[in-house]
């Protein structure tokens, strides 16, 4: 399949994704006016095998032939065809990390469109509104990413961001459904306050806390580097792995100790 081919498929794919999305939130989405998704999808060298959307546009990574290639040449890639990283069960939480997703790639033998379609869900959240480029905002997407594929039996790796996602499903828990979906879909600073306020101010107070410990942590040891080509590859791994987020589950767990509190003394 040439490249062309894939843009033409990846096309549709979103097109069908966009749907499900609006129709799951339809008073939160934020779709682009122009939506013309021929020239929003873009295939091309960015300095990284991640893939992402900047400017309501998607840009796929041709880094990730290049990875795939060299996969290909190890004894053992796409011997398990129907390799699956999750069943239904534990779709939204598990045990998966980025080496199980490498894992993965390999045993299965991904192509380069079943790779960037496997985590397409993911990015089309964004694509429609969804917040990230922040530890708190991509692990609540990733949240939406995996319930939605649970509901609507769609393709996801349910590997992605996996330490921030288990963090959002705390903070869904202690919000509630509603809250959340609306953060995920909060433009700025602002809107995300005003949400948050209508808890309490503790509410807010407690969550940008925790938004920037966590920051810290995501930004410092691996949002702020590149990972081009397949040593880019390893060290993402090795830099993600290094992420610790023990001063964040420090918050979350005085919030909680805070309302329960508050319940037993109501």
Partial sequence: ?????????LVLEIDKLVH???????????IPLDYNLDNRVHIENIGTISLFVKDK???????????????????????IKNHK?????????????????IKHVFLKGLTPLEYYKE?????????????GG??????INELKTRQLAK????????????????????????????????????????????ILDSISPEASLFFFNLEEVMEKEFYNKYMKY?????????????????????KAYILINKYKEKLENIKLNN
């Fill in 20 to 30: 499900i999305i609006k129709n799951e939130y339809p008073n939160l989405v934020d």
């Fill in 57 to 79: 546009n998607f840009y796929f990574p041709l880094d990730e032939f290049k990875v795939l290639n060299i996969l290909k040449k190890i004894p053992g890639f796409g011997t």
């Fill in 119 to 131: 985590i397409l869900l993911h990015e089309t959240l964004h694509f429609c509104g969804s917040g």
């Fill in 85 to 101: 990283t999750c069943t239904k069960e534990n779709m939204i939480i598990n045990k998966n990390t980025y080496v199980t997703y």
């Fill in 1 to 9: 399949m040439n490249i062309e081919d894939i843009k033409n498929n």
């Fill in 134 to 139: 922040t530890a708190i905002r991509e692990g």
């Fill in 226 to 246: 590149n990972f081009p080509g397949f040593r880019g590859l390893l060290k993402k791994t090795h830099k993600y792995n290094s992420i610790n987020y023990k």
């Fill in 151 to 194: 509901k609507y039996d769609l393709l996801t790796s349910s590997c992605g961001y996996p330490k921030e996602i288990k963090i959002a499903y705390e903070l869904e828990k202690i919000f509630g459904t509603d809250i959340i979906n609306k953060i995920t879909f909060s433009k700025n600073h602002r809107e995300t306050k005003e």
